[in-house]
């Protein structure tokens, strides 16, 4: 008898006929999981294969349950807590590496369309106010030349680095919660504040989870130039949303280029309403090429553990 998978959301067509020739297929057309919807789903099903939303914390790791393989269609996981589940006897995996191109190309979007307040400019054109040569009176920040700041050194953040660097010829310096080592040229700075004071350009790409959450507080956002542009492709709880609007609001930094929410996806009305901010619906790894790569890794790993293997992405 096949083991029964359960697919929360529709994944690409290669891949999910792949997974119906090896499994019994569910695919959920419902939504993100709620706690009590992942803790039914864990009674009846051998492996899951969820995705950023599904709430598959502690209260869902409980009683009797049939699932012993979750994997995670996405780098974060932290909408899983992998310690209930390892408690459980349930292996967590997920999908690094596959993303990693994809999310530095958004963040360097963001960080374009920002300085060169391409939304506002875009909206101007649209609305048939557009009057000519002048832009409608917009005037943008160059990006050439000037100074990154990655917080999060990781893959996707040397990834970001590079591009700007060698693309815009930027100083690029960093925040890393450990000492790290990079291949692109780059300084690790003693603290967060000094590489927010800096940078012409803050971009985010750390992991989410308690360790990060509104690490960028409000004390992080006074210490950017008034000039600043911050950029977050990381989770939107890594920031303290409501610092973040009132200094966009008071004009205490220049923009923000944001593709993560702290309740996404919910956006806060005052959010909505600034032109100095450009918003993207989550983005990040939203290419056909990415997202087909990130759910064959993520049945790569199911089906691993399911011929008796360890999942090569596993996490707990």
């Known amino acids: 008898m096949l083991k029964k998978l359960l697919i929360t959301r529709p994944i690409a067509a290669p891949v999910l006929e792949q997974a119906n020739a090896t499994f019994a297929v569910t695919v959920h057309k419902g939504g993100k999981l709620s706690v009590v919807d ?15 939303g599904d709430a598959f914390k502690a209260d869902a790791f409980v009683g009797e349950m049939r699932c012993k393989m979750i994997g995670n269609f996405g780098v974060g996981y932290n909408h899983i807590d992998t310690d209930a589940a390892a408690k459980a006897g349930v292996i967590v995996s997920n999908t690094p590496d596959v993303l990693t191109d994809a999310t530095a190309d958004i963040a360097l979007t963001l960080l374009l369309a920002t300085a060169r307040r391409a939304g506002e400019g875009e909206r101007i054109v649209r609305s048939g106010k557009w009057g000519g040569f002048d832009g409608g009176g917009i005037l943008g920040t160059h990006v050439t030349g000037k100074t990154l700041g990655v917080v999060g050194m990781g893959r996707i953040g040397q990834a970001i680095a590079a591009r700007c660097h ?3 010829d930027m100083d690029v310096v960093f ?3 450990s000492p790290k080592v990079v291949s692109v040229p780059a300084r690790q700075l003693d603290g967060l504040h000094d590489v927010m004071a ?6 985010v790409a750390t ?8 690490m960028i507080d409000e004390a992080a956002l006074a210490a950017m130039k008034p000039t600043g542009i911050f950029v977050n492709v990381s989770r939107g709880e890594v920031v303290d949303e409501s610092a973040l609007i009132v200094a966009l609001e008071n004009n205490r ?7 993560v929410y702290e309740k996404e996806p919910y956006v806060p009305p005052r959010l909505l309403a600034l032109d100095n ?12 090429e990415t997202r087909q790569a990130m759910a064959q890794m993520a049945l790569d790993n199911i089906i691993s553990w399911a011929d008796g293997g360890d999942p090569p992405q596993r996490v707990n």
Do not use: E
């Open 207 to 214: 992991p989410g989870g308690a360790k990060t959450t509104k």
């Open 166 to 168: 060698y693309g815009f």
């Open 38 to 52: 992942t803790a039914r789903a864990l009674a009846q099903f051998d492996a899951i294969l969820p995705t950023l």
């Open 253 to 259: 930094i220049a923009g923000a280029g944001l593709d």
């Open 277 to 288: 901010c450009v918003l993207l619906p989550h983005l990040g790894s939203a290419t056909q």
């Open 198 to 203: 800096v940078a012409d350009f803050v971009v």
């Open 175 to 177: 925040h890393n919660r």
